[in-house]
């Protein structure tokens, strides 16, 4: 029986999605107000967040985890492109020049944390994640686009999801896919209450 935990993350998040938008950082970037500086030490960070995430979910889903693997979908991968946006702001020795700060450390040591301890509730960091990124990204592209005078997709490339035709009908397979988790009331109660850990990890590091 479906738990209905799309509408559940959804709802249950709607506080500290509201609490992330108005930290200093993002508050300031949705204003347009984006310094560059900060901008490359944020996906540095965010680097760091993707990396231990995608290979705690690729390691999962090889395992053929029941509630992490049917949402590990490969086209939402984001180190890649965060490596190219390093080597645009740091240079091609990025990997020497960059370290998370200490709020990335301990978002780090979170998801390694769960994914071992208790993999289901890596479903909360990832739909924390990867679903802002993919609703909110082009605004966001456009008004780092235009804070920093970029050209193009230089810098910017963590917005883009070349692999993803249509966002919309994307998040509505990610929803189902969601719904169908094997899972009771009990953990997905345990993955929203992880969800809004994950949104003060990510606050923690936009301070």
């Known amino acids: 029986m479906s738990v209905a935990l799309a509408r559940q993350l959804r709802e249950g998040t709607k506080k500290a999605h509201t609490m992330a ?17 900060t901008y490359r030490t944020l996906v540095a960070d965010l680097y760091f967040v993707y990396a231990s995430m995608e290979e705690e979910i690729s390691r999962l889903r090889e395992q053929g985890h029941p509630v992490v693997g049917p949402i590990s979908y ?23 020049a960059v370290k998370p700060s200490s709020s990335a450390q ?18 909360g960091h990832h739909y924390t994640r990867y679903l802002g990124d993919l ?3 082009q ?30 009908s994307f ?23 992880e969800a809004n850990r994950a949104f003060r990890c990510n606050m923690d590091m936009f301070q």
């Open 21 to 37: 938008e108005n930290t200093g950082f993002v508050s300031c970037f949705l204003k347009g107000v984006v310094d560059k500086s």
């Open 106 to 123: 301990a978002y780090v040591s979170r998801i390694h944390e769960v994914a071992n301890e208790s993999p289901e509730l890596l479903v």
């Open 74 to 96: 490969p086209e939402l991968n984001r180190r890649e492109t965060l490596e190219q946006d390093l080597v645009f702001y740091f240079g091609s020795n990025w990997a020497n």
């Open 139 to 168: 605004i966001l592209k456009k008004i780092a686009q235009k804070a920093m005078n970029l050209d193009g997709d230089d810098g910017l490339r963590f917005y883009e999801f070349d692999s993803i035709d249509d966002e919309k």
């Open 135 to 137: 609703s909110g990204g």
């Open 171 to 193: 998040k509505t397979k990610y929803s189902a896919a969601l719904d169908a988790l094997p899972i009771d009331q009990a953990m997905a109660d345990l993955i929203v209450e």
